[in-house]
């Protein structure tokens, strides 16, 4: 069985669509021959709001089927019309991640970052592609921004323990998994990865992990989740310690 700690990539993605149709202004008191062409320009924009939402449910239809080419053509054709549109750019940087291109997911992360900087998740998949493209320090670095100002998100935490690992700092990824369980008892990511890190020196922890992970997974990871009653069906055989 192929150990391995979970990539915090694709499960972390999230697609979604926050725009809102703008809700009408106070003009206060305007001249009646104004009111015609104001209204007019209102629709309008109401009518461009409602198909740049169609457009981009389209876009999440096609990535969520998989059918990245068809959702990446999407994205790109939208941002021609809403270049400064954060949300756009973070989604079209996961399809490039899902594609394996991280250095243009890379480019379109750090783009809604700079139109939007406290946009967090795109900065925690931008952490991850450094990762899968082999910059850990730069991933480790954004990660610890995110930190900075949300010091309980268990997702980054755990991204640093995965980190850790991969520098060959057992001890110190221990303490950030237990750190992000201990914010969040039922986070599934590292109950995972500390089941991997524990099955070799500590049998019975790393049994209670996996089976804490396949508890609150709740069929998200169905792969990973395959791989955790192997790890278990083996280390039923292990002298516990």
Avoid: W
Avoid at 112 to 136: E, Q, T
Avoid at 153 to 158: F, H, L, N, Q
């Amino acid at each position: 069985m192929t150990k391995r700690t979970l990539d915090h990539a694709q499960e972390d993605q999230t697609i979604f669509y926050s725009h809102n149709i703008m809700a009408e202004k106070n003009r206060g008191h305007q001249p009646e021959q104004e009111l015609p062409g104001l209204q007019e320009k209102k629709a309008d924009s109401i009518q461009e709001e409602l198909e740049k939402k169609e457009q981009f449910k389209l876009a999440i239809s096609y990535q969520k089927s998989g059918d990245l080419i068809k959702a990446r053509e999407q994205y790109e054709e939208l941002i021609k019309h809403y270049p400064t549109d954060h949300e756009i750019h973070h989604n079209l940087g996961s399809v490039y991640q899902e594609l394996g291109d991280f250095d243009t997911a890379i480019t379109e992360y750090k783009k809604a970052i700079l139109i939007k900087p406290d946009y967090h998740k795109a900065r925690n998949n931008l952490g991850v592609s450094l990762y899968k493209k082999g910059s850990l320090q730069a991933a480790i670095n954004e990660f610890k921004i995110i930190l900075e100002t949300n010091p309980n998100d268990v997702r980054c935490i755990t991204n640093l323990g995965v980190l850790s690992k991969k520098l060959n700092y057992p001890e110190r990824a221990i303490l950030f998994f237990e750190q992000a369980l201990s914010i969040d008892p039922a986070y599934p990511k590292a109950h995972y990865n500390l089941g991997i890190i524990l099955e070799e020196s500590e049998v019975d922890r790393a049994v209670f992990h996996f089976q804490k992970f396949l508890e609150f997974s709740g069929g998200r990871y169905a792969s990973l989740e395959e791989e955790a009653a192997h790890h278990l069906e083996s280390l039923s055989s292990k002298p516990r310690r």
